[in-house]
């Protein structure tokens, strides 16, 4: 991330699925992108409480409005300049994201996204989550129908090349 970037949207409660075969499980985080990179973080310096509460305002937000080019406050480019230094976090140019793209299900709304990172192509399928089961382990309950064209349209239009 540099230091000039301005975040243009981010999304929280975010349940990422690899799409490889035999691919168990999957991992919450929040969906940031900026005005150069899309980011994926899972591991965050962001309080509990923050989390809780802003997960409850974007369910409300998203009935009021699809629209995933949303920001909430109490999470900055700082904030995610601290998280991004945690390499377990993803970080893409536009230009590593091979293929984008989104589809209406029955149960909820996925965003599709292929990347090539250090020479390791990867697949995943991206959800907004509204409720979770917490036991035994953390998985979604209700999907949220959210709108991923901006978001797409933001990233598409900003790619040097499409492939």
Known sequence: MQPDEQ???????????GKKFLSIGGKEGMLVLTDKHLMFIHKTE???NWWKAITQRQVINFIKSKNTMIRHDGYNEEDLMDDVEDERNLELGFDDI?????????WG???FLEYEKNGKKEKFQYSVVQDWVKYPAKEPMKYMKVDWE?????????QKFTK
């Open 46 to 48: 962001a309080k509990m």
């Open 98 to 106: 091979d293929s984008i793209s989104f589809e209406e299900k029955p």
């Open 109 to 111: 709304s996925v965003l």
């Open 150 to 158: 901006p978001f797409v349209q933001y990233i598409k239009d900003r």
């Open 7 to 17: 975040i243009q949207a981010h999304v929280v409660s975010v349940w990422r699925e």
